[in-house]
C-alpha cells in the first residue's frame, strides 16, 4: 500500500487531482482492462520522476505518468524483444529510460519521446577500461541516475558512473561501497565501514566539505568522520545522513529549510550562517511543545527542495517546500517548513521515498 502526498500534475498517482496536498492512499489502475483493482501486493515503486513513475511487478514494467507526448497515461513499458527476462534492473530520466540485464551484464538505453529507438550496450566489453570492466560473477545491484549522469553500484562495491558508464575509481574510500546516491548536481557513496563520500558541483554547499569547490572524484566528508553513518539520501542541493545511533545530520542549501534545522537564537548570536550548510549538521526534532524529541530516526529521503524522515516511533517528519503539498499539510496553510514537523503517523515497517516534488510511505 503506497501512501502520497505531491505533485500529481501527470497523473502519475492515478488521480485526477493535481496535487494530493495531504497524505493519502492511491491505487494502481490493471492496464488491461483499465478497472480499479487496488495495489498489488508484489507491485513495487522503483523510481519517482518529475513526469512519471516506474513500477515493477516481476520482471514486467509499468510507467504512469506523461511520456512520449501523451498525458496522463499508464502503460505496460513495450520491452526491447531481445531482452532476456531474467532478472532486470530499470531506472530513468526525463528523457530516457535504462533497462539492466543483470545475468548478461547488458544495458539498454531507451529513448522516451520514441521508445522505438533503442541502443543496447554490454558492459563487459564497451564501457573503458581504465581501471577494470565489470567481471562475470559482479552483478549491478543498484542504479541511479540524473538527466546527466548514471550511477551502477555492483555487489562487490564497484562503482560506475557515465551515460555511457565507465568505472569510478574508489580505490581512497576505506571499506566497501554499499550505497550510491544522487542529487541533481552532487553524488554521495556510502561504505561498509559507516564512512560517507561526496563529488561533483558544490557551488550550493552541498557536498559537505566547507567549500564551494566542485569535486570530480569521491572525497570523504571529514565532518562525518568519527561516526558510523548507516543511511544516505541526495536531493536537489541538499543532503541528509543518519547515523547508527539514530542521530541525523543535513548539510547544503537550505533556502526552503529543506535541511530541518531548527535555528535557535544561539545560533543567530553566534553570526553562523544560518541559510545553508557548508558542513554536516546535527539536526534536533521538537515536539508541538518546543521540547527535543528524543527518538532516533530509522530512514532518511531526500526531495528536490524537501526532505522527510521516519522516526524510531514511527512518525512522519517532514521540512522545507510544500509548493506541491509534498509535506503532506494542506497548501492553503502550508507554504513551507522551516524545521522538521510531525505530519503523518505510518504503519510499522513502513519506508519512505521522496521524488522530486513528492513524499511516498511504504
Not at 195 to 205: A, D, E, H, Q, T
Request: proline share 3%; aromatic share 10%.
Amino acid at each position: 500500500m503506497y501512501v502520497v502526498s505531491g505533485a500529481n500534475l501527470h497523473g502519475q498517482w492515478f488521480d485526477a487531482i493535481p496535487v494530493l496536498d495531504v497524505f493519502q492512499h492511491v491505487s494502481l489502475k490493471n492496464p488491461d482492462d483499465d478497472i480499479d483493482k487496488g495495489l498489488k501486493g508484489e507491485t513495487k515503486l522503483i523510481h519517482i520522476c518529475w513526469s512519471y513513475n516506474l513500477f515493477q511487478d516481476k520482471n514486467k514494467f509499468y510507467l504512469s505518468g506523461s511520456f512520449n507526448g501523451k498525458n496522463k497515461k499508464f502503460i505496460k513499458l513495450p520491452l526491447p524483444t531481445r531482452v532476456v527476462y531474467n532478472k532486470l534492473l530499470l531506472c530513468g530520466n526525463e528523457y530516457t529510460l535504462f533497462l539492466f540485464e543483470i545475468e548478461l551484464h547488458t544495458m539498454w538505453v531507451i529513448n522516451l519521446e520514441d521508445t522505438e529507438n533503442v541502443k543496447k550496450i554490454n558492459m563487459k566489453t564497451e564501457i573503458p577500461s581504465k581501471i577494470k570492466r565489470l567481471k562475470e560473477d559482479d552483478a549491478i545491484v543498484k542504479v541511479c541516475t540524473t538527466n546527466f549522469n548514471l550511477i551502477c553500484l555492483t555487489a562487490k562495491g564497484t562503482v560506475y558512473s557515465g551515460l555511457l558508464p565507465g568505472p569510478l575509481d574508489v580505490s581512497n574510500c576505506l571499506g566497501k561501497v554499499c550505497d550510491v546516491q544522487c542529487g541533481y548536481e552532487h553524488y554521495l557513496l556510502l561504505t561498509d565501514n559507516g564512512k560517507v563520500y561526496s563529488w561533483g558541483n558544490g557551488r550550493r554547499l552541498q557536498l559537505g566539505h566547507g567549500d564551494l569547490n566542485n569535486i570530480d572524484s569521491p572525497k570523504e566528508i571529514d565532518a562525518l568522520s568519527g561516526i558510523n553513518i548507516t543511511k544516505i539520501s541526495a536531493g536537489g542541493w541538499h543532503s541528509l545522513a543518519s547515523s547508527e545511533s539514530g542521530d541525523l545530520y543535513a548539510w547544503g542549501w537550505n533556502e526552503t529549510g529543506q535541511l530541518g534545522i531548527k535555528e535557535t537564537e544561539q545560533l543567530h548570536q553566534s553570526g553562523l550562517n544560518t541559510n545553508s550548510y557548508s558542513q554536516p549538521t546535527l539536526v534536533d526534532m521538537f515536539d508541538e511543545n518546543g521540547d527535543v524529541c528524543d527518538t532516533n530516526v530509522k530512514y532518511i529521503s531526500c526531495g528536490n527542495l524537501h526532505s522527510a524522515i521516519i522516526l524510531q516511533d514511527n512518525t512522519v517528519w517532514t521540512a522545507g517546500s510544500n509548493k506541491y503539498g509534498q509535506l503532506g499539510f494542506a497548501i492553503e496553510t502550508t507554504k513551507k517548513k522551516h524545521f522538521f514537523q510531525k505530519a503523518y503517523q505510518c504503519l510499522e515497517n513502513s519506508l519512505i521515498k521522496c521524488g522530486p516534488w513528492v513524499t511516498v510511505i511504504y
